[in-house]
């Protein structure tokens, strides 16, 4: 989730209190995102992808100052009119708009930067890589109403925000940075979004703003439009973004949007209004809290609750955007309360535990392989196809193989365990022979049913020394089976990774359950081997039933 | 040179007398007796009679045994005496004691030039020859090298994963076991994890090349689950207002053990309540493969299901699963996770305050679709790194290590 460096001095300035760091580290890790660390400068958080609310410095330091206490309520924010409307065609790839006029604004450094901090966050994680959501923010006096979002042609001009000549939309798609970036998302409609005002386009949401309407260290005041693909995703961003400035004192002033059939004013900063269950809250924690503690609770959070009999009618802040059940409600009230001074219960839940089958059969045969002299290897079930076919001299078969794998190693899941140990061999030339492992591990085929596959536990043993020989492993094979008390038949067998006539089939009442046998030179060169390796494989599940 | 020594038999005998001394001394006591009476009282009777009416001391007189003549003595007792001793004996009674296997030959070769000798190996034949009394034995000191040798061990990380299996069973928790490959329904959609969480993109879960699709075979809890998403059902909740059913059809590598607890919560019947299941769950994510990370790792999932079971019991729980795997100092931080509502992050303390693993209480909307009407504990916490502190390692890739050395010198006690 993201990371976000805040200034430290201007967000002590927006709390309005000062704080030593450990303090500090403490309070918000009380409230919920992680600190990376607190330098002299710099507040480094990792925050949880919820608290979108928190990722900007001035919401950041909202939360601060209610959880300890500061202004320990709900914050109002007012919103005057600006008398502005837009008018909205149905854009098809980004139906839903928000605007706001933002006035008073004092473009200071710390503004600038957390302004264009939280339009970068927001982008990356709410809005889906832009593709839920996009926010521009522009100079408002630049703009010349009325303004109207529409659907435009691709030949259509612009002057892209960084650049001085103007070209049309699709040119900005082929030529600038953000168009190539992002213009994956509108490149399949006809019509791609604009907004208009009488001069020309000055805003290409989800790409780029115009340079007509930069935001510059004179802009004394702001249009802010977000687009996007969810309604309440727009409203809430907006929302987010809006509160923000307020928190520094600019003034908010509401747009009304025009679509065909309906009007709505935004920003909309109406408080939501959710009933929770004094029960719930209490039958969740495990605590017997009284209506009032738990509006203290909920104050200090940054809520404002009213006691209604058995319930609590609790006003959601417009930029919490992460509440969806009363059980989220139930998560702050715990948050306020301090998850450390829960006291811990434990709760005597009577049951009788046991060890999964296979798991208890695995256990048994690991102990025995390691009673044969051998060493345990774990190896990862993910593996590449050289490596179990090629380089064991097989054609290959089907296996699991993922669309998106980060190296050449890593690509399939194994369908056998052999491959795995040879390669701990071909590891470990340099150690002392003689050199003798086992693994039980998982093994995952292609297969019919819900997942199209079935995991297989399977056992594999490779001894490697000068003199291993067929004698040797059918031994081993041969003391395993008789150890489980098992009838089996074998015959010979002919395998491209073994030696003509030095391999055997193990067969459990006329099915193929494994194989050993001595590995071909052909494989030990592929491995670059060069002491002989004899095998022995063997499917778990099978013996078990 | 050849030199002869008692067989088990033989020193047998020289205790306890031939068997056919022993069957005289009873003729000599009960005058006759019937074989089988006599088969009865005398050890090795089978011998016993062969060598005695060989002998000519016993006859078989109307089924039964008499004394025919008592012998002065018995040569062969004289003689392992004196095989016993060391001398030499005749070659004729030599002959009889080897036809009897109560003596054997032992190719002496050079052993008795080492009498007065320091030796380095004891050896059979100087044992069996009794030179090993007129011999020395060389020293060895506290500097002399083991033997270089191939020993069987069990590896350090299933060892760790044992453990931790053994306490929870002791806890009563039941183990469980499911698929690698897994659909994304179970891992992300029964989990209320939206459509378009960021967590379920190709950066964050391995997606299967071919087949890309699998088969939700609950069609109901399919329903369930898509109401959820778009309305929130009758879960209270909101929902999420949309969902993209195909995407919960595509198969991926499971990412989180949850996944597994889900599938047993949709199997979980009424009386199976209360119900604790645990899995050592391997998980895939793709990340970039360094000393912290891996693309592949375990993680010990949990769920507690029961009545009335409310926050406090997981803290609980929590700190004792933290135990379970070898860590006593604890705390709690607020943390998100779309599944669980109250979410928390479970620290441990090991030189230093890091991240066990996350833990909540599951939603409504996760419960209810899957039929669940009790309140659920459940956690996730990974294993690797604490086997690597367990074990005094710290570059995770350890864990499946190719390197014999690292194996060689690793074991948990």
Redesign the interface.
């Known amino acids: 989730m993201p990371t976000i460096a805040y200034d430290k001095k201007d967000l002590l300035k927006l709390v309005g209190k000062e704080f030593k760091d450990e303090e500090l580290r403490e309070i918000i ?4 995102p ?1 600190v990376e660390k607190i330098t002299e400068k710099e507040v480094v958080l990792e925050h ?4 979108i609310d928190l990722f900007g410095i001035e919401g950041l330091a909202r939360a601060i100052r209610q959880y300890v206490g500061l202004k320990p309520r709900l914050t109002k924010y007012k919103v005057g009119k600006s008398g502005l409307t837009v008018l909205a065609d149905s854009v098809p790839v980004r139906p839903y708009i928000g605007c706001a006029v933002v006035k008073g604004v004092r473009l200071e450094d710390s503004l600038i930067k957390s302004l264009m901090n939280i339009q970068e966050v927001l982008h990356e ?1 709410v809005g ?1 890589k832009r593709r ?1 959501v996009a926010i521009g923010v522009h100079d408002f006096d630049r703009i010349k109403p009325p303004i109207r979002y529409v659907g435009v042609s691709r030949e259509e001009k612009i002057v892209p925000l960084g650049h001085s000549e103007e070209m049309s939309l699709k040119e900005v798609l082929e030529k600038t940075e953000k168009g190539k970036e992002y213009g994956a998302i509108i490149q399949s409609s006809r019509l791609w979004p604009a907004f208009v005002d009488t001069i020309s386009i000055f805003s290409f949401p989800p790409i780029i703003n115009s340079e007509r309407t930069r935001v510059t260290e004179k802009t004394k005041n702001l249009f802010i439009d977000v687009t996007g693909t ?1 309604r ?1 995703a727009v409203i809430q961003v907006l929302s987010i973004l809006v509160t923000n400035l307020a928190e520094r004192g600019c003034k908010l002033e509401s747009v009304r949007i025009k679509y065909k059939k309906k009007v709505e004013t935004t920003p909309d900063l109406n408080e939501r209004v959710i009933e929770v269950s004094k029960d719930l809250v209490n ?4 605590l017997s809290l009284e209506g009032k503690e738990m509006i203290r609770l909920l104050r200090k959070m940054g809520y404002e609750a009213i006691d209604y009999k058995d319930k609590l009618e609790v006003i959601v802040p417009s930029y919490r955007l992460d509440i ?5 409600i ?2 702050d009230v ?2 306020a309360y301090g ?2 001074n ?6 005597r ?8 089958e ?2 208890k059969f695995s ?1 048994r045969i ?2 025995l ?14 593996t590449n196809q050289e490596d179990q076919f090629d380089k064991m001299e097989i054609r290959r078969s089907d296996v ?8 050449q190693e ?1 690509t399939c ?1 194994r369908v056998w365990l052999l491959p795995s140990l040879i ?2 061999l071909s ?2 030339k340099h ?7 086992f693994e039980v591990g ?1 093994v ?1 085929l ?1 297969a019919e ?7 297989v536990r399977k056992l594999c043993v490779v001894i490697s020394h000068s003199t291993a020989g067929f004698a040797e492993i059918k031994s081993v094979a041969e003391k395993f089976l008789a150890s489980l008390g098992i009838r089996y038949s074998l015959r010979m067998l002919e395998h491209p990774s073994f030696i003509d006539g030095r391999a055997c089939q193990i067969l459990i009442k006329g099915k193929e359950v494994g194989y050993f046998g001595e590995i071909h030179p052909k494989v030990l060169e592929n491995w670059n081997l060069e002491m002989p390796v004899i095998a022995f494989e063997i499917e778990l599940e099978n013996l078990l039933s | 040179m050849a030199m002869f020594v008692l067989t088990e038999e033989g020193r047998k005998y020289l205790k306890k007398g031939l068997p056919e001394r022993r069957l005289v001394e009873l003729l000599k006591k009960v005058g006759r007796i019937t074989l089988k009476e006599a088969e009865k009282q005398v050890e090795n009777f089978d011998i016993a009679l062969q060598w005695a009416k060989k002998k000519g001391l016993v006859e078989l007189k109307f089924n039964e045994l008499v004394l025919v003549r008592e012998p002065e003595s018995f040569l062969e007792e004289e003689a392992l005496r004196r095989v016993e001793g060391g001398e030499e004996i005749e070659e004729e009674v030599l002959k009889i004691l080897l036809q009897r296997n109560l003596v054997e030959k032992v190719v002496k070769g050079d052993v008795d030039k080492l009498i007065g000798k320091e030796v380095t190996n004891l050896t059979p034949e100087l044992i069996k020859t009794g030179i090993w009394k007129k011999v020395k034995f060389k020293p060895y000191s506290t500097d002399t090298p083991g033997q270089k040798l191939s020993f069987g061990k069990p590896h350090f990380y299933k060892q760790f994963i044992d453990e931790v299996r053994e306490k929870l069973i002791g806890m009563g928790f039941v183990e469980v076991r499911g698929p690698l490959v897994e659909l994304n329904f179970w891992n992300c959609d029964a989990l209320f994890l939206p459509s378009d969480h960021p967590s379920r993109s190709i950066h964050e879960v391995f997606f299967l090349k071919k087949p890309e699709t699998g088969k939700v075979l609950d069609k109901e809890l399919w329903e369930r689950i898509r109401k959820t998403h778009e309305n929130g059902w009758i879960t209270g909740s909101s929902g999420w207002g949309f969902w993209d059913p195909e995407l919960a059809k595509r198969l991926i590598l499971r990412s989180h053990g949850t996944a597994l607890s889900a599938r047993t919560l949709s199997r979980l019947k009424k009386e199976d309540i209360p119900f604790k299941m645990f899995s050592i769950a391997k998980c895939f994510r793709p990340d970039v493969i360094d000393a912290k990370h891996h693309i592949e790792f375990e993680q010990c999932e949990g769920i507690v299901v029961g009545e009335g079971l409310n926050f406090k019991h997981l803290l609980w729980y929590l700190k004792e699963i933290a135990s379970c795997a070898g860590v006593e100092k604890v705390r709690f931080k607020p943390s998100y996770f779309p599944f669980t509502e109250p979410s928390v992050e479970l620290q441990g303390y090991i030189n230093g305050w890091v991240e066990l693993g996350g833990a909540g209480i599951f939603r409504p909307e996760v419960t209810l679709p899957l039929g669940v009407e009790v309140s659920v504990l459940a956690w996730g916490i990974g294993l690797g790194r604490l086997a690597l502190v367990r074990a005094g390692l710290n570059d995770i890739r350890d864990l499946y290590t190719d390197k014999l050395e690292i194996l060689s010198k690793k074991f948990l006690v």
């Open positions: 890790e009380s409230i919920k992680s949880c992808a919820d608290r994680t889906r839920k969810d309440l039958n969740l924690l495990g969806l059940h009363p059980v989220d139930v998560e715990a948050i998850y450390n829960f006291e811990l219960v434990n709760p839940v009577e049951s009788i535990g046991k060890l999964d296979l798991e256990d690991r102990s392989m390691v009673g044969f002299g051998l060493q345990e290897v774990i190896r990862h079930v993910f699991i193989e993922v669309a998106n794998p980060v190296s890593y899941l390669k701990v590891a470990n150690v002392e022979y003689p050199q003798k492992l998982d995952v292609p049913g819900e997942t199209m596959s079935k995991s």
